[in-house]
């Protein structure tokens, strides 16, 4: 065997050290294959769900109070109504997003028991641990590992994504969390247009300005408006362009067996050049 230096080793002295341990070096990919495989036949599967999602804009609505004429614009501005400057979306994705929702969803459908089944006895009904997972743990668990929302900046399509291991519930969540989310926004719009609409009833009773009383006639008619088509909408917030659908048995994201076959070989023949390079080089 021929070595450039005393420190210095070549791709094919290693190589050489390869074939000639053949037998024995074999033996790390296909340890490395079978753990791989072990960890496809051992792991449970997630199943994925994608709500897509379109924001529906005030203008669409015909409630914005933008679009009041000027000098009515500007008495809501001073009766304290504040005026919208742009786009709803990034306030409806904010609610899509919040921890709120996801605690009141997780409250309301007793979920922290299935969030954390490995630490619950279904039998008993009760847990396995000396500290029972809280709210708040379950809220992080969805948030961080089950639910996800994506937003195209430029056509202002959501996508809501929901992975877990029962494929039923992931496309039940990811329905009932874009719900939700529409009834959240809903139910504000409304409460923030009914005070609205009580505030412009006491400036009302406090002028005899028929132009201004006009005005104020005019603040409340959109305020009615809004509320009228908060109330006959159900997707308030967001349209559901595409519903989730439940993923067919075999339809799973993990285990992706093509990947871990992939990186388990990889590692495999790795370990074997690592091994034959540190196996030749020569002992000083």
Same mark, same amino acid.
Do not use: C
């Given at each position: 065997?021929?070595?450039?230096?005393?420190?210095?080793?070549?791709?094919?002295?290693?190589?050489?050290?390869?074939?000639?341990?053949?037998?024995?070096?074999?033996?790390?990919?296909?340890?490395?294959?079978?753990? &791989?495989?072990?960890?496809?036949? +051992?792991? =449970? @599967?997630?199943?994925?769900?994608? /709500? !897509?999602?379109?924001?529906?804009? %005030?203008?669409?609505?015909?409630?914005?109070?933008?679009?009041?004429?000027?000098?009515?614009?500007?008495?809501?501005?001073?009766?304290?109504?504040?005026?919208?400057?742009?786009?709803?979306?990034?306030?409806?994705?904010?609610?899509?997003?919040?921890?709120?929702?996801?605690?009141?969803?997780?409250?309301?459908?007793?979920?922290?028991?299935?969030?954390?089944?490995?630490?619950?006895?279904? &039998?008993?009904?009760?847990?396995? +641990?000396? =500290? @029972?997972?809280?709210?708040?743990? /379950? !809220?992080?668990?969805?948030?961080? %590992?089950?639910?996800?929302?994506?937003?195209?900046?430029?056509?202002?399509?959501?996508?809501?994504?929901?992975?877990?291991?029962?494929?039923?519930?992931?496309?039940?969540?990811?329905?009932?969390?874009?719900?939700?989310?529409?009834?959240?926004?809903?139910?504000?719009?409304?409460?923030?247009?009914?005070?609205?609409?009580?505030?412009?009833?006491?400036?009302?009773?406090?002028?005899?300005?028929?132009?201004?009383?006009?005005?104020?006639?005019?603040?409340?008619?959109?305020?009615?408006?809004?509320?009228?088509?908060?109330?006959?909408?159900?997707?308030?917030?967001?349209?559901?362009?595409?519903?989730?659908?439940?993923?067919?048995?075999?339809?799973?994201?993990?285990?992706?067996?093509?990947?871990?076959?992939?990186?388990?070989?990889?590692?495999?023949?790795?370990?074997?050049?690592?091994?034959?390079?540190?196996?030749?080089?020569?002992?000083?």
């Amino acid at each position: 065997m021929h070595w450039q230096n005393k420190n210095e080793l070549a791709a094919p002295d290693i190589w050489a050290y390869v074939r000639a341990h053949w037998m024995r070096m074999a033996f790390i990919p296909i340890a490395s294959l079978a753990a &791989g495989l072990a960890l496809i036949v +051992v792991s =449970e @599967p997630i199943y994925r769900s994608e /709500a !897509v999602l379109a924001p529906v804009g %005030d203008e669409e609505a015909g409630m914005t109070l933008g679009k009041l004429p000027g000098q009515v614009g500007n008495l809501a501005s001073l009766v304290g109504i504040p005026l919208p400057t742009g786009s709803p979306a990034a306030t409806h994705v904010a609610t899509l997003r919040s921890k709120a929702l996801l605690a009141q969803f997780i409250q309301d459908e007793n979920l922290v028991p299935e969030l954390f089944a490995d630490d619950w006895d279904e &039998g008993s009904h009760g847990w396995l +641990v000396e =500290e @029972p997972p809280t709210l708040e743990d /379950a !809220v992080m668990r969805m948030d961080e %590992d089950v639910r996800t929302v994506f937003e195209d900046k430029e056509s202002g399509i959501v996508v809501l994504r929901v992975e877990w291991r029962d494929r039923q519930r992931a496309a039940a969540w990811a329905q009932e969390i874009a719900d939700r989310a529409n009834a959240a926004l809903r139910s504000a719009a409304i409460a923030e247009a009914k005070s609205s609409m009580e505030y412009l009833q006491r400036e009302l009773q406090k002028t005899n300005v028929v132009e201004l009383q006009n005005a104020i006639f005019r603040l409340m008619e959109s305020q009615t408006q809004k509320i009228m088509i908060a109330n006959v909408r159900p997707e308030y917030a967001f349209r559901i362009v595409d519903p989730p659908r439940v993923p067919e048995d075999d339809e799973h994201v993990w285990p992706n067996a093509p990947l871990i076959v992939s990186i388990s070989l990889l590692v495999g023949v790795s370990l074997v050049f690592m091994l034959a390079a540190a196996s030749a080089r020569p002992r000083s």
